[in-house]
């Protein structure tokens, strides 16, 4: 089985190529070729099986068509450029979160007839926007409050068409707010769900910049890396022609947040959290959703992460002690 | 006033053209200048202001600009290939019903801040697919089943970011299948729709290829171009950033249409229609909507036809006695 991983050298793209050399195998069939692919070349990895690595920017021309060449039996897409970045670059948002897309399903469908391969793509929880209910099901309409979002809603789109026309046999799940994420701390809006776990637990002090009973949706790394799989191999024939899945999670409050942090490291890393208020980031939150009811996922086998003690130990078991 | 009219040799866009010349004002604002844009350049009008006429094919370099450099204060854009084409040719369609709008978009982005038109986009119903509710509201998710319903749900997320960003004032209508269509017998799986009226009407007999309990959504020609002048003179601050809006209609079996046809053409028109059922068009039309309740229009002051009699009349006062 062949494999390409658009996106590998971003964190869920690192640890999605990890997860497939100690695996060996994507579902029944052992991994024959795996081809990773960046904006930049991706760290080479040793595996039992063939890895290629390049860097491509897929909305050059006959990019898209190169990547396809081999025929890969699963695609990963997870490339993207992130919301902040979307907002900030309108042009370059659409190049690379829809064209970018669109070149490749259409390089996929170029291949002719006997050729559908599995395609898996990141999609986001951005393509909803407020006003919310207090638990959004699987029927809420996209109303796409940023670019980003708009631009993941519009690929959602896309991939459901081209797989009713049967070029491809897509699925687009829509990731959760993942946390901890390793690292040092981003800029991102989002930053601070995860850094008031990681920086306590790594002695060093964390800025809470909202209060502590902001609710939102979350899962750790590893839960994203089990949905990517669960999707590659999946039966879709369940999924009939609405190919977007929202994934399930955990809805926490940064309070829940913060005893789970407790429970882990003790008063002491709850000690290095500071609160220090900013409105700038409180009005962008209060714009997030707070709560899904995943249960097309759910009834499809997709699992989350059992609680926010779990993501905690995520962190620790993935990150801290390797 | 300057106005934009593209697709001004279609059905409707001939409508509105004639309705702005008769008016010679949209809303508060005389019109000075009307410009009309198809594929092939639309049919010159008399008018008590400038008007000029077009060909002109928006996906080619520089057209979408040269389009906007007179910067129209309105612009209607009505093109587009229609649901069947768009389904046969995959490439076309996505050309014109998506491509070709972002061109529009980006070229009137690119006139720089101090130029953001009125942008009146029709849409379609059919951004929805099944399996539907009885009565469909505003807040159905959109689940197009056709390559045409995916162009048109894309392009109104698109319309919708760019309003909220500021480079237009953007409003996409929902159109219902208009009736009763003038002029000949087409191939669209909707056309018996508009010919078990028209057809009788003229002396000629109809086929009805479905059972007389189907049941669909409708408005006249002369209702759509109400919509048109509607939505390009409201006020958009009460549409937030949710510029999509499904237009009222009538909802009606088509023994209500027979019944209707009855009053206005007598039994003799009736005696007309050919019942000869097809289980093509039976098919497909069974994957269409049948209500909708269409309140955030109709709050926004949108009005349809009163009933299916009058879309009858319509046909006859605009068609038959013009």
């Known amino acids: 089985m062949r494999v390409l991983v658009i996106g590998a050298a971003g964190m869920v793209g690192r640890k999605l190529v990890e997860r497939l050399v100690v695996d060996g195998r994507l579902g029944p069939d052992a991994i024959s070729q795996l081809s990773l692919v960046d904006v930049s070349a991706p760290d080479p990895v040793q595996a039992g099986f063939a890895v290629d690595s390049r860097a491509a920017d897929l ?9 396809v060449a081999a025929q890969p039996d699963v695609v990963f897409h997870l490339a993207a450029v992130v919301s902040g970045e979307a907002e900030a670059d309108l042009e370059k948002g659409y190049r690379v979160n829809l064209d970018a897309m669109r070149l490749l399903l259409d390089a996929i469908r170029g291949r002719g ?9 990141t999609s986001s929880i951005a393509v909803f926007g407020p006003p919310f209910p207090d638990v959004i099901g699987d029927d809420q309409l996209t109303t796409p409050a940023t670019s980003y979002g708009t631009q993941k809603a519009m690929t959602e789109l896309l991939l459901s068409d081209y797989s009713r026309r049967g070029f491809l046999d897509g699925v687009a799940i829509r990731l959760p707010t993942l ?19 990681r920086e306590p637990l790594n002695g060093q002090e964390a800025v809470l910049p909202v209060p502590t009973d902001v609710r939102h949706w979350f899962a750790s790394p590893r839960s994203a890396v089990g949905f990517l799989l669960h999707a590659a191999t999946l039966d879709t024939a369940a999924l009939g022609d609405r190919r977007c899945l929202t994934m399930p999670g955990i809805s926490a409050t940064v309070a829940e947040e913060i005893e789970a942090l407790r429970r882990v490291g003790g008063d002491e890393a709850v000690s290095r959290i500071r609160h220090e208020p900013d409105e700038t980031i409180m009005r962008i939150v209060s714009g997030w959703p707070r709560a899904f009811d995943a249960r097309r996922a759910r009834d499809l086998g997709f699992r989350a992460d ?11 078991e993935d990150e801290l002690e390797p």
Chains 1, 2 share one sequence.
Request: glycine content about 8%; proline content about 8%.
């Open 306 to 316: 059992a609680d926010f003690d779990e993501i905690v130990r995520v962190y620790v």
């Open 59 to 67: 909305v050059e021309p006959g990019v898209a068509e190169a990547l």
């Open 113 to 121: 007839e006997g050729y559908r391969p599995r395609f898996v793509f």
């Open 179 to 197: 946390v901890v994420r390793p690292g040092k701390p981003n800029l991102a809006a989002s930053g601070f769900f995860s850094s008031i776990i």
